[in-house]
């Protein structure tokens, strides 16, 4: 079966320090792995995506996330936080061949000053 | 370019009503999914249509659900009747195509659609 476990509901950090948001996936293909965003009465936001390539992703707003297969991890991590990076961040497995998104439960960044 | 419009933002109801819910997706896109995200959880996948073709609708109940894509463009996703349990986000998203061969093809989400069912 395929699932993603995101494994802390809640992270806490001061402006300026890293972030790191950690993310296990379960997958009986080669995955597909995202992280989408959701700011406070947005749309999600795909933060940066992993497809096969190399497995050290770099998306927006200073954010990256390295792909490790012998830990099944998809771990999200930004050295530097910033109030606006405050939001819900989600996990993302890509399910089967069309297109479908399993999501994590979500992560709930609160960056204080 | 204009992105996924939703409406309405935000709809109360009582249990046993009925609800409707809206989505145009982003000019040109073939694919539109509608997600439903319980407070606390992650969006799940309700239904996946590929032009007006339904692709996936494992997880929709259809017992009370239903959506429909007319013309291969706007979506409607409804309700009836409502449980107390439908109280949750609905989320339409839209992407290019489905399928792998070139993809996968980044999905595009609206803003969503807040309902309260008391």
């Known amino acids: 079966a395929q699932s993603v476990t995101q494994l802390d509901s809640h992270v806490s950090v001061s402006e300026g320090t890293p972030v790191l948001l950690r993310c296990n996936y379960s997958?009986?293909?080669?995955?597909?792995l995202f992280w989408y965003v959701q700011h406070p009465n947005k749309g999600l936001q795909l933060l940066l995506k992993?497809?096969?390539?190399?497995?050290l992703v770099k998306g927006i707003n200073g954010f990256e996330a390295e792909f490790k297969k012998s830990e099944t991890s998809f771990h999200l991590t930004k050295p530097s936080a910033h109030m606006s990076d405050a939001a819900e961040y989600f996990c993302?497995?890509?399910?089967?061949?069309?297109?479908?998104?399993?999501f994590g439960a979500g992560t709930r960044l609160a960056v204080h000053p | 370019e204009a992105g996924v419009a939703q409406s309405p933002r935000y709809k109360i109801i009582e249990k046993r009503q009925s609800v409707a819910f809206w989505c145009n997706p982003i000019?040109?896109?073939?694919?539109l999914y509608w997600y439903q995200q319980i407070l606390g959880q992650g969006p799940k996948l309700l239904i996946q249509?590929?032009?007006?073709?339904?692709?996936?609708d494992s997880q929709l109940p259809k017992d009370r659900f239903s959506a429909e894509r007319l013309k291969g463009v706007d979506s409607t996703l409804k309700i009836q009747p409502a449980k107390l349990e439908d109280s949750a986000v609905y989320l339409c998203?839209?992407?290019?195509?489905?399928?792998?061969?070139?993809?996968?093809?980044?999905?595009?989400f609206g803003p969503g659609t807040r309902l309260t069912v008391t």
């Open positions: 993302v497995l890509l399910s089967g061949g069309y297109n479908k998104l399993i």
């Open positions: 998203a839209s992407s290019l195509r489905t399928g792998q061969s070139k993809g996968p093809y980044e999905q595009y």
């Open positions: 992993y497809t096969s390539a190399a497995t």
């Open positions: 997958s009986s293909y080669s995955p597909s």
């Open positions: 249509f590929q032009n007006n073709g339904v692709v996936d």
């Open positions: 000019s040109g896109h073939a694919t």
